[in-house]
């Protein structure tokens, strides 16, 4: 059996080795001609890899698991029509990427010097990411809305905890925005430009605004209008045409970030193992878990005391994740040219350091 798999995803080759032939690539370059001379028919992508009618017309894939919780590189429509099952690791990296916001959170507060027990925050978004946020919301004394048209149409029902908002009401009132929903073009529920110039307007002064769901929900130049006149902050880890970000918006930013929110390395092996599975349920062959369950083991969170603690909260997640340090050299990039910019922007993701979870609810 001949596997693909991005060199990127850790411990994926490892597990699977004994199961098959296996060929590495680089998630940005696979082309329609790798996999057609490497007969390729278990391919297994990050979101750098466009898996559409380009890539795999005439070739021997069948199945592809994408090691990501977004799906917005990926046709479906395409793989319907040609009979390839598709599986993703959504929700692996979701407390990675609450754990970013959580830090966010507490750095502006710390700046600010502000007691966020007197503050309210807005979560656009209640899946896995959003669920979590307002959890550890809650555990650090925020009043928490909640926005989410396909849940609230469905009849979901919220916690009593958290307050349903429109989204306008919650630009208007909160002191704290995350957005957490998928980036879709069209439908009832379309998420492009979802947050533009008009409800940019209302965010209010000194608040904060973090993006980490995709490029693309957000209006980056509304962004940059804003920044530019009035003084609120933004904490920013997903762009608009990735790796060719916008280098003003990132200096305008209080922490700006290369799409690494969800790069802890928990989330990155939660996202592995279910990658495992989705080959062992279409095979029959057992992979070697061996390494994937020793790292998940390792995993000791801490406790729930410390939420009252903000100031040790903040130190436990930088020295474990260390978010400032990746701000640092993230700007540093923006001193060169675009096309550099762009090549760094991905080195520093395939390099990512290996970084620990700190907190689970």
Sequence with gaps: ?????????????????????????????????????????????????????????????KFIGSATSGTDHVDFEFLSDYKIKFADAKGSNANSVAEYVVYSILKWAQVNNLNLRTKKIGIIGYGNIGKLVAGYSQLLGLEVFIYDPPLFDDGFGFPES????????????????????????????????????????????????????????????????????????????????????????????????????????????????????????????????????????????????????????LKILEDNRKFSEDYQNFLRTMLFENNKRAYFFDELRKNYPLRRESIWL
């Design 162 to 313: 958290v307050n349903y908002s429109s989204l306008e009401e919650i630009f208007r009132k909160c002191d704290i925005i995350t957005n957490h929903v998928p980036l879709t073009n069209s439908g009832v529920y379309k998420t492009y430009n979802l947050i533009d110039s008009y409800l940019i307007d209302f965010i209010k002064q000194n608040s904060l605004f973090i993006h980490t769901s995709r490029g693309g929900v957000v209006s980056e130049n509304a962004l940059i209008d804003a920044l530019s006149y009035r003084k609120f902050f933004l904490a920013i880890d997903v762009w608009e045409n990735e790796p060719f970000i916008n280098s003003l918006l990132c200096r305008l930013s209080f922490l700006a970030t290369p799409h690494i929110a969800g790069y802890s390395f928990d989330g990155k092996i939660k996202g592995v193992k279910m990658m495992a599975d989705f080959f062992h349920n279409a095979t029959g062959l057992i992979p070697d878990y061996s390494s994937i369950i020793s790292y998940l083991a390792d995993f000791k969170p801490i406790n729930k005391e410390i939420y009252q603690n903000y100031e040790v909260l």
């Design 1 to 61: 059996m001949r596997i693909f798999i991005d060199e990127n995803i850790p411990l994926l080759y490892e597990t699977l080795k004994n199961c098959g032939d296996i060929q590495l690539f680089k998630g940005r370059e696979l082309r329609n001609k790798d996999l057609l001379d490497g007969n390729c028919e278990f391919l297994f992508v990050r979101s750098t890899a466009r898996i559409n009618r380009e890539l795999l017309e005439g070739t021997k894939v």
